[in-house]
């Protein structure tokens, strides 16, 4: 079988738009993922500064 | 046809051997003390020893002969593990050994290697400071010019091209090395675990959703394509790009595309970045150490840029004054790594639920809780293993501390050799003739803005958060 070629496998791709769920995916993981770094630095600074 | 072994499960084997080896250290005895070891030479003939002064009259050349024929036997029956053919795998695997061992010596010239203190020692009036570590650059440099260049000689020695087990296989062994390290400094080992926490909040929840949010809005890929490419670019490279295509249902030749690109621009990092964290960042150097762990992808070229810029880093603090103990760096880097990899199988669980039951929905279709387990990484639990026991012995006898340092130096030995045909395999696995392939041109600059853009900023700054101003130990006396 050839091996498939990557111009011709982007081409074949079509323009999908944002779903609602994908929108509340990318925005819930970025804002649960800035609180879990605010909360993971502010729990560093307590055990290992101090 | 029966399916053979994976790789992980081959490098917790071999890796556990080796490491099992080297405790009979702990019983007065010496199993590997014959391993080639390198030194910084002015003399070729002065560049080889073996490992234990033991075994001194077995002189530099039997012992690196004594160390092939060894790895040879380990690995070749590994490869028939994994169901390939085994008299290809031993040609390729000595083609390997033998151009990662003669560039590792060649890195290890004093010219390149000495460090601003030991050249009066070794007689020579200038250097170019960059440790014996320069021979894994000279590794990855001779596997580009093989992989670009010379494809035939490639194509000969493919079964043995095989960075991924020969870095998770050094990992594993790396384990033990950390493991005595983090016994001595307790509570900066536990402090550097916790970072772990944080990398993996990084690399999957923000590094993967602004680059998938980067592809699908504003370069118009479609989910097939911007999730593995998401995960190859934000988590692990190849694996989580497998993983993730898996997940959601992808062609397999999608994620197969990304890795090819994900494997190229991981050398660029470990070629660039290294440097980057020396010239900048050796005041810092657990910020440097983490910083190779999340911002460069794929296992190998991660942990092996914690092994350079540590060499970088030590050698440029010792030239002003500080020598840190070895280990912390490459230490801060694969913790990291390993913290990342971990979570790959659950990442790509939480992807399939979401594709199967919100994006997606085929009816009577189940995310299995066992895709967790089947996705999990676990030449990590080879690591965990002799990082536990080591840390456990060496804590609970500190009486035992020299004799696990003496044992994991020798199993280190290993490391090190596992490291540089790491070096030499990806060197010959990153095509770059992709990168003038037709239509390459939409797919990375995608990786290159997400990865040398935001990536590359944001692994920098959640390192210096967590490890500004803290420093490794110093070396006494």
Same mark, same amino acid.
């Given at each position: 079988?050839?091996?498939?070629? /990557?111009?011709?496998?982007?081409?074949?791709?079509? *323009?999908?738009?944002?779903?609602?769920?994908? +929108?509340?995916?990318?925005?819930?993981?970025?804002?649960? &993922?800035?609180?879990?770094?605010?909360?993971?630095?502010?729990?560093?600074?307590?055990?290992?500064?101090? | 046809?029966? +399916?053979?072994?994976?790789?992980?499960?081959? $490098?917790?084997?071999?890796?556990?051997?080796?490491?099992?080896?080297?405790?009979?250290?702990?019983?007065?005895?010496?199993?590997?003390?014959?391993?080639v070891t390198t030194s910084v030479w002015t003399s070729v003939s002065k560049a080889l020893a073996p490992a234990s002064k033991?075994?001194a009259?077995?002189?530099g050349?039997?012992? /690196?002969?004594?160390?092939?024929? %060894?790895?040879?036997?380990?690995?070749? /029956?590994?490869?028939?593990?994994?169901?390939?053919?085994?008299?290809? @795998?031993?040609?390729? #695997?000595?083609?390997? @050994? %033998?151009?990662?061992y003669?560039s590792w010596i060649a890195g290890s010239w004093a010219y390149i290697a000495a460090t601003a203190d030991k050249r009066a020692a070794l007689g020579i009036g200038w250097s170019l400071n960059l440790t014996n570590e320069a021979g894994f650059i000279v590794a990855l440099l001779?596997?580009?010019?093989?992989?670009?260049?010379?494809?035939?000689?490639?194509?000969?020695? +493919?079964?043995?091209?095989?960075?991924?087990? =020969?870095?998770?296989?050094?990992?594993?062994?790396l384990?033990?090395m950390l493991?005595i390290t983090?016994?001595e400094q307790?509570?900066l080992?536990?402090?550097?675990?916790?970072?772990?926490?944080?990398?993996?909040?990084?690399?999957?929840?923000?590094?993967? $959703?602004?680059? =998938?949010?980067?592809?699908?809005? =504003?370069? &118009?890929?479609?989910?097939?394509?911007?999730?593995?490419?998401?995960?190859?670019?934000?988590?692990?490279?190849?694996?989580?790009?497998?993983?993730?295509?898996?997940?959601?249902?992808?062609?397999?030749?999608?994620?197969?595309?990304?890795?090819?690109?994900?494997?190229?621009?991981?050398?660029?990092?470990l070629l660039l970045l290294p440097f980057v964290a020396q010239a900048f960042l050796y005041r810092e150097p657990l910020v440097a150490g983490a910083w190779m762990?999340?911002?460069?992808?794929?296992?190998?070229?991660?942990v092996t840029s914690g092994a350079i810029a540590e060499a970088l880093i030590r050698a440029k603090a010792a030239a002003n004054g500080s020598l840190y103990q070895p280990g912390w760096i490459l230490g801060a880097s694969t913790?990291?790594?390993? %913290?990342?990899?971990?979570?790959?199988?659950?990442? $790509? %669980?939480?992807?399939?639920?979401?594709?199967?039951?919100?994006?997606?929905?085929?009816?009577?279709? +189940?995310?299995?809780?066992?895709?967790?387990?089947? *996705? #999990?990484?676990?030449?990590?639990?080879?690591?965990?293993?002799?990082?536990?026991?080591?840390?456990?012995?060496?804590? $609970?006898?500190?009486?035992?501390i020299p004799?696990?340092k003496s044992?994991m130096g020798q199993?280190n030995v290993?490391r090190g050799i596992?490291f540089v045909?790491?070096f030499?395999?990806?060197?010959?696995?990153?095509?770059?003739?992709?990168?003038?392939?037709?239509?390459?041109?939409?797919?990375?600059?995608?990786?290159?803005?997400? /990865?040398?853009?935001?990536?590359?900023?944001?692994?920098?700054?959640?390192?210096?958060?967590?490890f500004h101003g803290v420093r490794p130990p110093l070396i006494q006396g």
């Open positions: 079988m050839p091996e498939p070629k /990557l111009a011709e496998e982007l081409k074949k791709m079509q *323009r999908e738009p944002l779903l609602p769920i994908e +929108k509340k995916l990318i925005t819930r993981s970025i804002l649960l &993922g800035l609180f879990l770094v605010a909360v993971l630095a502010w729990t560093s600074q307590v055990l290992f500064r101090n | 046809m029966k +399916k053979g072994m994976t790789e992980d499960w081959l $490098a917790v084997y071999i890796g556990l051997l080796i490491f099992a080896l080297s405790l009979a250290g702990f019983f007065g005895g010496d199993l590997l003390g014959w391993a033991a075994y009259a077995l002189g050349v039997a012992s /690196l002969l004594a160390t092939y024929v %060894f790895l040879l036997a380990l690995l070749t /029956l590994g490869a028939k593990a994994l169901r390939l053919e085994p008299l290809r @795998f031993a040609k390729g #695997f000595t083609f390997v @050994f %033998f151009a990662g003669l001779a596997g580009l010019f093989v992989g670009n260049f010379v494809p035939y000689a490639s194509s000969r020695i +493919k079964e043995a091209i095989r960075p991924e087990l =020969y870095v998770k296989t050094g990992i594993v062994i384990g033990g493991g983090a016994a307790t509570a080992a536990t402090s550097m675990m916790f970072h772990g926490l944080c990398a993996i909040v990084a690399a999957y929840l923000i590094y993967w $959703a602004v680059v =998938y949010y980067v592809a699908r809005q =504003y370069f &118009g890929f479609s989910r097939e394509w911007a999730a593995p490419l998401a995960s190859g670019i934000s988590i692990c490279g190849v694996s989580a790009a497998i993983a993730t295509g898996s997940a959601i249902k992808a062609r397999p030749v999608v994620p197969v595309m990304v890795s090819s690109l994900v494997v190229i621009f991981a050398v660029v990092e762990g999340l911002a460069v992808k794929t296992d190998g070229a991660a913790t990291v790594k390993v %913290f990342i990899d971990v979570f790959i199988g659950v990442w $790509a %669980f939480v992807l399939a639920w979401i594709w199967s039951a919100k994006i997606e929905p085929k009816p009577g279709e +189940k995310v299995r809780a066992f895709e967790i387990w089947e *996705r #999990f990484p676990k030449f990590v639990l080879g690591y965990l293993a002799t990082f536990v026991l080591i840390l456990a012995v060496a804590v $609970a006898a500190p009486v035992l004799k696990a044992a199993a290993f596992f045909m790491t030499f395999t990806s060197g010959v696995v990153s095509d770059f003739r992709r990168l003038w392939e037709e239509g390459i041109g939409k797919l990375a600059v995608v990786y290159v803005l997400c /990865l040398f853009g935001f990536i590359i900023w944001v692994g920098l700054a959640i390192s210096w958060i967590f």
